[in-house]
């Protein structure tokens, strides 16, 4: 996944395989996600909390990396600049009329098939 153009890349287990190419992959954060096989890389970077908590339960994970889509930290309302509230209100009268803007669209013709019928 790219973010703020780069890769970002998570750090998980294998906990069961679905199939031939998925895996479900439990990440550091405890959330279980399926992936592609395609979206997965071993490493050999150990985890020592990994270890010590999962090595009765999975000895037979293998740790992978792969992309995780992040969620927004900020919520969409501290995002957005506060209004003020003595800001003048237009009027509708003082606001000169759009017109409406027309969209061109390609020339239809009927199809070859129906040619030999009158519509």
Not at 70 to 86: A, D, F, H, T
């Amino acid at each position: 996944m790219f973010q703020q153009n780069r890769e970002i890349w998570e750090f998980g287990y294998v906990t069961e395989r679905l199939g031939s190419r998925h895996y479900l992959v439990k990440i550091d954060s405890g959330r279980i996600i399926k992936r592609h096989i395609n979206q997965l890389c071993s490493t050999r970077v150990t985890h020592r909390d990994f270890k010590e908590s999962h090595s009765q339960k999975h000895s037979n994970a293998t740790y992978v990396t792969f992309d995780v889509p992040r969620l927004p930290s900020r919520s969409v309302e501290e995002e957005l600049p506060e209004m003020p509230n003595n800001a003048p209100t237009p009027n509708r009268d003082q606001q000169p009329d759009l017109p409406i803007l027309r969209r061109s669209e390609r020339a239809k013709r009927q199809p070859v098939f129906l040619r030999d019928y009158k519509l």
